[in-house]
């Protein structure tokens, strides 16, 4: 069975697989037990929480003050995939205030951290997040760009791990999702605010204003009932007509309810003066907001049975309608000057971390009851609204911070455009390759100096090695549901992806195994070194050699299946590779991954590319993206082969059919073969008609005419 029908026989099986898959069900680890394992006494874990996956944590020493913390799992709330395509699992507590109490690992699947640079570095960072709060805005720091330099005010920037800058930006994200979605079930946050982040109020802004300028301009809102608007509310109802003085005297006032936002200072200043504005904002804590309700009328919206410090019965608060608790803070304001007559005025406030946006719309509800009968009387109940909008020039908006992922790309962009300029001047040269191919000392200085480039700088400083992992993790991702938004955190890569798919359709496959990888280019030099000593360059026999070339395709095949079937096996497969040992952790990693990297790099040195041609199962998916190659671009000859054998024995990969035609799923497009072609000196047809016409007394001297160009190829 030749190459390419093993190869369709394995992707068929392999599309059967992942057809015949559901979406497996992702489950924490962990039970009531191990919970209550890690919380000893005073603490006591209560059971699962059926509207959000976290365990309720109380204590012995405030049995009535309801939990004082939550703990849950990462993978419960938030199965984000990893590099690798695996979601993590991590064990997360935040106490009831939304501080983070701790960070535990439970389960990972990210290649740096298996046995690359081990858990410890994963582990550290984990621990920064004690103490840590989510009302704060917590970032990653990353080793290619600034971001720690413009941290401040509420801003808490995390120290990456080198060498795993994607990783710890997914492994961020997974823990604020989990954490908010069980604060906002739980503690009281908000949803995310429409506009973007929730606005602030502008402290340094300060007009002196009355009440009744207050008032028509909105700061101050107002609800105006007439005994009639009640009535009306009651009709055919029980409660329609109890009330004689509403029927009596129906245009006169039932309730005036009013109300502002204290915290900004031309309102709160105006309503409670200038010292009880001050105080006011003493005893609020960060991010908390209060408000001035208060009425006139003959009815009031508290009565004589009102406890201070409690949660008025009959009022409602809600933004977006979302329900918030609005609790007295035990003030007692005096009515500000120019106020009409009041029955009542509260300071009531929301909780510290309730997510209000104090910019947008609040309703404030207040419930109306009237009783029919005196013995057991039947009570009927209705509802009036105030929505309220503080005036927005008292507040901005910070910009909307930026998602992890574009704080990644935005901290790399001088690696990213360095790259980029590698890559557009690599374009070039293979779009228009004569000049530099025609001279083969000019040829080896450029590519030796690029693959150095590629080594040094693409591999082992910013982390671009591609890998086989990126096809098995969105293989993972994708039979998961779970999309491949991860491939975002790591802006190198994804150049990389993005420049080598195109190229695909322009040059074929050898553009990235030939250029652009850097274990690849650490085979190169070390068959440089293996010449330098004098070390024999060997050949495999034809027919072991077209066995090992097939068989890198039936690994891929093998990995492919293996990471929707069973991923735990795919991620011992992937090792196969030794681009995790030799470019990602850069060898310091365990002896026997380390010795087989280096065997590999002897076998490279004997064998020119010996990895690559024989076992990557990078470069057999390489192989196959270069089937969408649309021109047969490296120039041949009508005497290439016939007979000349020139570049087919030259050619290191045994990329040159006897036929003089190029195979391009082989070619590594190193463009000796061009310069040959271009070169009077090395091409055996363009030398035999130079020495033809040198015999010729009446013929062109040096540089006469040379052989047409065969036009079924292309041209360089």
Request: charged share 20%; hydrophobic share 45%; proline share 7%.
């Amino acid at each position: 069975m030749d190459a390419r029908r093993l190869l369709r026989r394995a992707a068929s099986g392999a599309a059967l697989l992942l057809a015949s898959l559901g979406l497996p069900a992702l489950a924490g680890d962990l039970n009531q037990a191990d919970i209550a394992r890690r919380f000893q006494p005073p603490l006591h874990v209560g059971d699962k929480l059926r509207d959000v996956p976290a365990w309720p944590i109380t204590s012995e020493l405030e049995p009535e003050a309801g939990p004082v913390a939550y703990a849950f799992e990462s993978i419960d709330l938030a199965p984000i995939p990893g590099f690798e395509g695996t979601p993590m699992n991590l064990l997360v507590s935040i106490d009831r205030k939304g501080n983070f109490m701790d960070v535990e690992l439970l389960r990972q699947h990210e290649p740096v951290f298996l046995s690359g640079l081990g858990e410890g570095p994963l582990r550290d960072f984990l621990a920064q997040y004690a103490n840590k709060s989510l009302k704060q805005e917590i970032t990653v720091s990353s080793l290619y760009g600034n971001t720690r330099a413009g941290a401040g005010g509420n801003r808490v920037v995390l120290d990456g791990v080198s060498k795993a800058t994607a990783s710890v930006r997914i492994v961020n994200q997974t823990i604020l999702t989990s954490a908010l979605a069980v604060a906002r079930a739980r503690l009281g946050f908000a949803a995310p605010a429409e506009k973007g982040p929730l606005a602030r109020v502008r402290d340094d802004l300060y007009e002196a204003r009355s009440v009744d300028a207050l008032l028509k301009s909105g700061a101050i809102g107002r609800l105006h009932l007439s005994n009639a608007d009640v009535e009306q509310r009651f009709a055919g109802s029980d409660g329609a007509g109890v009330d004689a003085e509403a029927l009596a005297r129906p245009g006169e006032t039932f309730i005036d309810l009013y109300v502002a936002y204290l915290n900004a200072p031309t309102i709160g200043r105006a309503i409670l003066g200038d010292a009880g504005h001050a105080d006011l904002m003493r005893r609020l804590e960060p991010g908390q907001h209060a408000w001035w309700v208060a009425s006139a009328g003959r009815d009031a919206y508290i009565d004589e049975n009102f406890t201070r410090g409690t949660v008025p019965a009959r009022l409602a608060f809600s933004q977006g309608g979302a329900p918030v608790e609005l609790r007295d803070l035990d003030l007692s304001p005096r009515p500000p000057s120019g106020a009409p007559p009041l029955n009542a005025a509260l300071v009531l406030r929301v909780p510290p971390m309730s997510g209000i946006d104090p910019a947008s719309p609040v309703r404030f509800e207040l419930t109306l009851s009237r009783a029919k009968g005196s013995m057991l009387p039947v009570i009927t109940q209705r509802s009036a609204h105030l929505d309220y909008q503080a005036p927005e020039a008292l507040f901005y908006r910070p910009p909307p911070p930026l998602p992890d992922w574009l704080i990644a790309w935005k901290d790399r962009r001088v690696e990213l455009g360095i790259i980029i300029t590698a890559l557009a001047l690599l374009s070039v040269v293979l779009a228009r390759p004569r000049w530099i191919s025609v001279s083969a000392p000019r040829l080896k200085a450029f590519r030796l100096a690029f693959l150095a480039f590629t080594l040094g700088y693409i591999g082992w400083y910013a982390q671009g090695q591609l890998s086989i992992v990126q096809i098995t993790g969105a293989i993972k991702s994708l039979v998961a549901g779970a999309g491949l938004k991860s491939f975002l955190y790591d802006p190198v890569s994804l150049l990389l992806i993005a420049f080598t798919l195109m190229s695909f359709v322009v040059w074929g496959r050898g553009t990235f195994c030939g250029w652009l990888c850097p274990f690849g280019a650490l085979q190169e030099f070390a068959a440089l070194l293996a010449r330098a000593l004098r070390l024999p360059q060997l050949k495999l026999p034809t027919q072991l050699a077209g066995l090992l070339d097939r068989g890198r395709f039936v690994i891929l095949a093998a990995l492919a299946a293996l990471a929707a079937i069973a991923p735990q096996w795919a991620e011992k497969g992937v090792e196969v590779e030794p681009f995790k040992t030799a470019i990602t952790v850069g060898f310091d990693r365990s002896a026997p991954f380390v010795a087989y990297a280096l065997i590999l790099l002897v076998l490279g040195g004997l064998y020119y590319k010996f990895f690559c041609r024989y076992l990557c199962p990078l470069g057999a998916a390489m192989a196959l993206g270069g089937k969408l190659r649309l021109l047969d671009w490296l120039p041949r000859r009508s005497e290439c082969g016939q007979p000349c054998q020139t570049c087919r024995h030259r050619c290191a990969y045994d990329a040159i059919e006897k036929s003089g035609a190029i195979r391009y799923e082989r070619c590594f497009q190193c463009l000796d073969c061009v310069g040959i072609y271009h070169d009077a000196g090395r091409c055996a047809p363009i030398m035999l008609i130079h020495k033809k016409d040198k015999g010729r007394s009446d013929g062109p001297r040096r540089g006469g005419r040379q052989p047409e160009p065969d036009h079924r190829a292309g041209q360089a």
